[in-house]
């Protein structure tokens, strides 16, 4: 397990209500935990006391936890002041707690109009507890101006559990939300801030476990469709070499790839398949290939195909456990119908990839031939001609994943920041590690290599398709403490599989 749930707000609000009601912890001692581990992690972030911390706290729980916030900064060396904006007579029994709590040490200043906007120092941090997860609606009139004022005056905003005027189901699409720079979210990620149209708003986040009660937490993974992949799944999913192995343990893989003057993507996608663990590599490739991956990549074998330039013909596929196909494979006339027999005579699922998408994409009809389980590697642009369509936000992204992997019958897994992957059933599963360095040609044969070496080593094809983006993208963020982002290579990360940190704890001395 170990996956975290990607939660809707209606989830979270259940779990908090689990937890008061039927764990018996008073929602003012939750707001003191949410407040704490936020303070936790604010002080990890923004060390600098130079400037004041300047709190917005509506009058609901989320402002209930920005005045709780505001007094364990200020025990913490912090310079605070609040504001309140001030839209109805009284707030909810937290919130009022916790305000005379705060009265007690230090005034507060009421916003009830425009007029009373202050202008924002530029050193200070402004702390957003003004709506969270409780707003109903689209933010109007006061609190709408107030958010705009902070959005055009403040340096740097934190904002408390989700930016205010955000809600988290619904497309932003007024002015009216707050573009925080970092949000400091509760308990679980909610399933916008791995969409791209919501990052304007949310910036970097983290989440801080504020205590709700584990008993609740199974309802809730049963419940989801969204997962995130975490380092402690990959530890637990990941499987260890045998003592009594041997080459023939971990399976025999065919790549199906290259071209003329794309011999280098095969070379790329063959070693990381190599170094993936894979206990067998056969390379089919054109002739012009022979000498380079014979010389690149000596623990591969090589079938030459019978063409000199580009693929044509498919060797014998009877010893193969897992087949990769499609890096750097160009899209000949004679390869598109090598490519063809591939998917009807293919008896094991495939990873396709590269040209081999776009050949299926110029050429519908191949569709309905990939083998069952298949998984698909597309970036943002092939899925598009895959599918046909592009989709107008992220929220019709999502759902044209889920309708293509179950149609096909197929893993997708979307190349991007958060690569998405998207299995027959349902499930969405999303990567936050990675770097911009991965934004380079030669990184998708990477990741194609790996996929195959998973599967050949008898990973199901769902465990074989996220553990393959996981592993990829963190070797990719080892790749980096020795490399900047610009000067990342695909074999620098290939080079950096093995330096993971959540593989080593299965390693045995004895
Ligand atoms: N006990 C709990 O349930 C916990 C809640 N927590 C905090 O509580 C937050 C949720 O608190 P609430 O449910 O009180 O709601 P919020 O504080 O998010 O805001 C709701 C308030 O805004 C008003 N409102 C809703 N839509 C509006 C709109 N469009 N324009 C103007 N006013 C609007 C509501 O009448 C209500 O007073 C979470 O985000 C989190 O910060 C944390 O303290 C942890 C524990
Ligand atoms: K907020």
Redesign the pocket.
């Known amino acids: 397990m170990h996956l975290l749930p990607l939660v809707s707000t209606e989830q979270i ?1 259940q779990w ?2 689990e937890t ?1 009601h039927k764990q018996g912890v008073p ?1 003012l001692q ?2 003191e ?3 704490l581990a936020f303070v936790r992690a604010f002080q990890k972030r923004e060390v600098e006391k130079k400037g004041e911390v300047w709190v917005f706290a ?8 920005g005045l709780a916030i505001a007094r364990l900064l200020r025990q913490c060396g912090y310079r605070v002041r609040v504001w309140i904006l001030k ?2 007579e009284t ?2 029994p ?1 919130f009022e707690t916790n305000l005379a709590r705060w009265q007690r040490m230090q005034t507060t200043t009421f916003i009830r109009s425009e007029e009373d906007f202050p202008a924002i120092p530029d050193d200070a941090v402004v702390v957003d ?1 003004l ?11 006061l ?1 709408a101006a107030l958010v705009q004022h902070l959005n055009a005056h403040a340096r740097r905003i934190v904002a ?3 930016p205010s005027g955000l809600l988290p189901q619904q497309l932003p699409q007024s002015d009216s939300v707050v573009r925080a720079h970092l949000t400091i979210t ?1 308990q679980l990620p909610k399933l916008c801030f791995v969409l791209q149209d919501f990052a304007p708003y949310i910036g970097e986040w983290e989440v801080v476990d ?1 205590g709700l009660s584990p008993a609740y937490l199974p309802v809730i993974l049963k419940e989801s469709r969204e997962y995130l992949l975490t380092a402690a799944w990959a530890r637990n999913t990941y499987k260890p070499r045998e003592r009594f192995a041997h080459k023939g343990t971990y399976g025999h893989a065919l790549l199906w790839c290259g071209s003329k003057g794309k011999m280098g993507a095969a070379i790329l996608c063959a070693r990381a398949c190599l170094r993936a663990g894979v206990g067998l590599l056969t390379v089919h490739a054109p002739a012009c290939g022979y000498v380079p991956l014979q010389t690149a990549v000596p623990e591969a074998m090589v079938s030459v195909d019978e063409q000199e330039e580009c693929l044509s013909s498919l060797p014998d596929l009877l010893p193969y456990v897992a087949i990769g196909a499609g890096p750097g494979i160009g899209q000949q006339e004679e390869t598109l119908h090598a490519l063809q027999e591939l998917l009807v005579r293919a008896t094991c699922p495939l990873v396709l990839d590269a040209d081999a998408l776009n050949l299926i994409a110029a050429h519908p009809e191949l569709k309905k031939y990939i083998p069952v389980h298949s998984i698909l590697t597309p970036h943002p642009k092939e899925f598009e001609r895959l599918l046909g369509y592009r989709w107008q936000h992220e929220f019709e992204l999502l759902d044209s994943l889920r309708a293509f992997a179950k149609q096909h019958q197929v893993y997708v897994i979307l190349k991007r920041a958060y690569s998405i992957i998207a299995c027959p059933g349902g499930d969405l599963f999303f990567n936050t590690a990675g770097n911009a360095g991965l934004a380079k040609g030669g990184s998708g044969d990477v990741l194609t290599g790996i996929i195959t070496a998973l599967l050949a080593q008898g990973y199901s094809p769902k465990e074989a398709a996220c553990l393959g983006v996981y592993w990829h993208a963190t070797a990719a963020d080892e790749a980096v403490k020795r490399q900047a982002l610009s000067t990342l290579l695909p074999t620098d990360v290939v080079e950096s599989l093995g330096a993971v940190s959540w593989i080593h704890s299965h390693m045995k001395y004895v």
């Open positions: 609000r908090d209500h008061i929602s939750l707001m935990q949410a407040a509506g009058m609901g729980n989320n402002g209930g936890d839209i109805k707030g909810s937290d507890a709506f969270g997860t409780g707003l109903s609606r689209p933010l109007d009139g609190p408390v559990d989700v509760f504020i």
